[in-house]
């Protein structure tokens, strides 16, 4: 069912380190818009400057998804999705612009498109509880055989060490679903929350230097007395889940695993494999428009993405 808005979301979407937030928050300043933040790690409390969030003081506009939940408590993107639409009808309802900002292709799509998430996708659920203990126990590779054993053709299209995913996949089968069959069928879900796709391209090795130069930024802001902070409050599970890009490794340093050094080299290493996760991703998305950010002219993306909107 479609969801009916005075105007269109404006989505600005693209790899991390691309300048979305700042063109986000430039865009709404212009049209009186709030943003709605897309981003799977923006969600919890305390992951701040790992996770890239815009610092309290630099928000210039309302920002929604910020500090959701705890490090580690459970979240999906069926939930962000009833978050999302909600935000939606609420800026609209203020008269202002809703500015979808993130680089999460799923959470973007489950807020915009009419996906109708199967139930055990919200939180609480046996199943989950049933085989994270066991990757847990045995660990990733184990669990992925035997999905590979249970289900071939999903495992086939889930990474070895995305725990996540391989657990979601036994979920799906636990109701009757493929885990693979529902991935295909992602590309012909219709869109039911109007909207304009913006998003940002830069050039591999523009992005590369981009997110080596954010990564020592990052330990310049205070990221590894971050995460010794969250370590003394008691979220190091969270902080160690394999999607915690940035804070993992700095755990591994800190209990002596592998040099200060070692560790900001993997957080390059895994940062810029995600971003060409991310580019991946949104370059399938044919109702993306393009703007060139190879150059952080702020001026001349605000105005191109101005003329998109209309």
Known sequence: MGISLAHPVICIVGPTASGKSALAIRIAMKLGGEIVSADSMQVYRGMDIGTGKVPVNERCVPHHGLDLVDPGEPFSAALFQEYARSCFKDIDARGNRAVLCGGTG???R??????????GEQIGN??????????????????????????????????????????????????????????????NIPQCVPAVMIGLQVDSDVLRARISQRVDKMVDDGLVEEVQRLLDEGFREGVTSPQAIGYKEIVEALDGRMTMEEALDQIRTATCRYAKRQR???????RIQWIEADDVDLDRMTKCALDLIG
Do not use: C
């Open 106 to 108: 799923f959470y973007v």
């Open 126 to 187: 046996e199943v989950r509880d049933r085989y994270l203990a066991i990757a847990e126990e045995r660990g990733p590779h184990e669990l992925w055989l035997m999905l590979k054993e249970a289900d071939p053709q999903s495992a086939d299209v889930i990474p070895e060490n995305d725990v996540k995913r391989v657990v979601r996949a036994f979920e799906m089968l636990a109701a009757g679903e493929s885990y693979a069959a529902r991935k295909e069928g992602l590309a």
């Open 110 to 119: 489950a807020a915009i498109d009419d996906y109708d998430f199967a139930e």
């Open 280 to 286: 991946t991703w949104f370059r399938k998305d044919k």
